[in-house]
């Protein structure tokens, strides 16, 4: 039997150990155990046996919540969940809810803000569950904001944004490009990403095919901050917005193209930019 495996028998004894002497000793017998389950959950660590090192970290958590433990306890988790992360993510992402739970139960906002972040990422990337990942970095916004954490809290509603339009989401992606631009035109540290994230909504307004409303968001970009009149971002979207308008894609292209020549488009923008393309040939055939 491994070192590990005596370890966890030892703390299932502890912790099971009933009559007189186990009653007697109350919360100290779940603090005994939550300790041997750490133990043994780091000896599965050292032997790589990850999954067998979460599952005892998280029999610890609960024995220190018996134990009335739960700023332990919520670190506990925390440890559970980085042992499963790239095992079960499932499974990790569940442990880290509950550590999450307990850190705002306690008034931790901002420690819950982080991982909340780093649930949003399990959810994202390891899960595929883009509507839970888009809603936990929205928490994860609101949580720094309120803790006057504003550039992290603008970094998380940016990811909103983006896997937002993405999903097509439109009206969401654009009243968090729109959140983050207010936020970031006071501050000298950001105000040079705002013609970023007013190219970034004035594209979702074009994807959603409301015209008239990109238009009037435009106008409303280049009142907010007059140095956004004079971008290439800003000139791009009035040649998109008349291109679409002229059913032109051809000229549509080639703006486009000139554009990124410049400043090269990553694959967000070059994402949008052809489902607007391709939209512009569907209203092209509908008159037709």
Not at 87 to 110: H, M, N
Not at 148 to 176: F, Q, T
Not at 229 to 237: D, G, K, M, S
Not at 256 to 277: A, G, Y
Request: proline share 1%; with cysteine; aromatic share 12%.
């Amino acid at each position: 039997m491994s070192d590990a495996q005596a370890l966890l028998l030892k703390a299932e004894k502890k912790a099971s150990s009933t009559g007189f002497f186990g009653m007697l000793s109350g919360s100290s017998r779940f603090e005994e155990a939550a300790d041997l389950y750490i133990e043994a959950a780091n000896a599965f660590r050292l032997n790589k046996d990850m999954a067998s090192a979460g599952s005892a970290f998280e029999k610890a958590a609960e024995m220190q919540l018996k134990s009335e433990a739960k700023d332990e306890a919520a670190n506990t988790y925390i440890e559970a969940y980085k042992a499963l992360k790239k095992v079960d993510p499932s499974e990790s992402a569940r442990l880290l809810i509950q550590a999450i739970t307990l850190f705002t139960t306690k008034g931790q906002f901002r420690r819950a803000a982080t991982y909340k972040q780093d649930l949003a990422g399990l959810y994202e990337i390891d899960l595929g569950d883009l509507e839970r990942a888009m809603d936990a970095y929205d928490d994860a916004g609101e949580w720094f904001s309120a803790d006057g954490a504003e550039s992290l809290a603008n970094k998380a509603w940016l990811k909103v944004a983006e896997i937002a339009a993405l999903r097509e989401d439109y009206p969401r992606a654009i009243a968090k490009y729109e959140l983050v631009a207010k936020n970031s035109l006071t501050n000298n540290l950001t105000k040079w990403s705002v013609k970023d994230y007013f190219f970034r909504s004035g594209l979702c307004h074009i994807a959603n095919k409301d015209i008239i409303a990109a238009k009037r968001a435009i106008d409303e970009y280049a009142d907010a901050d007059p140095s956004f009149f004079q971008t290439r971002e800003f000139v791009l979207l009035q040649d998109v917005v008349s291109a679409y308008e002229d059913g032109d894609q051809e000229r549509f292209t080639d703006k486009v193209f000139q554009f990124d020549q410049f400043s090269k488009l990553d694959k967000w923008k070059t994402t949008i930019l052809l489902r607007i393309k391709n939209s512009i040939s569907e209203e092209d055939e509908n008159i037709l």
